[in-house]
């Protein structure tokens, strides 16, 4: 029989045992205890920075099975044992495939490790007096901040209909990039990027910005446009890539990655059928936001060209 080892952290019930991978000996191997401990303790640090789950479905657990290579990559994870409840189940996986690569595997474990992992509060009576937010534990009335700025503590219902609207986005697009997650996964084993692989990039970043994490959706969007590139995409297919990449860039601020995307992008759209001016939505919105970024660089002159532009409707 296989020997089992124990790993709690937290209050969070994080059960690891040791499996036999096909191909190997029946042996955990020759690792430390506390080596393994520590291994499993940084597994849950990556964790706790993805996983995300609304409050009813914090104390539901989903059992996963993980096969991790030497290099910390996850080369599989299956569910082993459902929490009963669909949204819990698929986002412990989605949150566990986003905090992957993990580190590399401590001398003496089994290569590949083959392990199972559980995620979700026990619900004993310890854990009903704290909740995890954010990757920080937060006691009995302590207060923390939502994304739209609202305090509340985890016994509070107050929390704003913005707050409440937010989190069923963050559920909805979270489970949705589980599915994206796993077709960039099959694509990646069928061969060389292509332009399948740059649409879902541009999906998954999509949901990534809906969720409000722009540095990894900045990644995934970058990713893509190369990807493009490579392929030697025509201006129409690079345009939505170009366009979606201004605007993440303008809304964080990064006015100077910004620009040079807006002028390729307003240059592909004026000279792309059909020319309906300043008419098309989406060219307007364009134009403005371009003339907001000249404004905040302090190049009014040339915003107010733009400005003359859209008032025309030429």
Known sequence: MTPKIRVTLFSLLLTASVGVHAGLADTTGSAEPTAIKSYYADIWSRIQKTWWVPEELMFKQVKLHMIIEKDGTLSSITMAQSSGDNRADTLALIGVKRASPFAPLPEGLPVPFDTYYTIGFNGGKDDKG????????????????????????????????????????????????????DALATD?????????????????????????????AKARLSQALEIM?????????????????????????????????????????????????VKDPEYKTMLETYAKLLYKQNRAGEADEIYKKLRSGS
């Open 130 to 181: 704290w909740v995890i937010f954010n990757g920080k534990r937060y006691e009995r009335g302590q207060a923390y901040t939502l994304q739209t700025g609202t305090k509340v503590g985890h016994v509070d219902r107050s929390a704003s209909e913005l707050d409440k609207q937010f989190h069923l986005k963050k559920e909805a697009n979270l489970i949705k990039m589980n599915r994206l997650f």
């Open 229 to 277: 590139e490579q392929n030697q995409a025509s201006e129409s297919e690079l345009y939505p890539c170009l366009y979606q990449l201004a605007q993440l860039d303008y809304s964080i601020g990064d006015l100077g990655s910004a620009e040079p995307l807006y002028k390729k992008a307003i240059a592909i759209k004026e000279k792309s059928p059909p020319a309906a001016g």
């Open 188 to 216: 990646r084993k069928a061969g060389a990027p292509t332009m399948k692989t740059a649409a879902l990039l541009m999906d998954y970043a999509a949901c990534l910005q809906v969720i409000q994490e722009t540095a990894e």
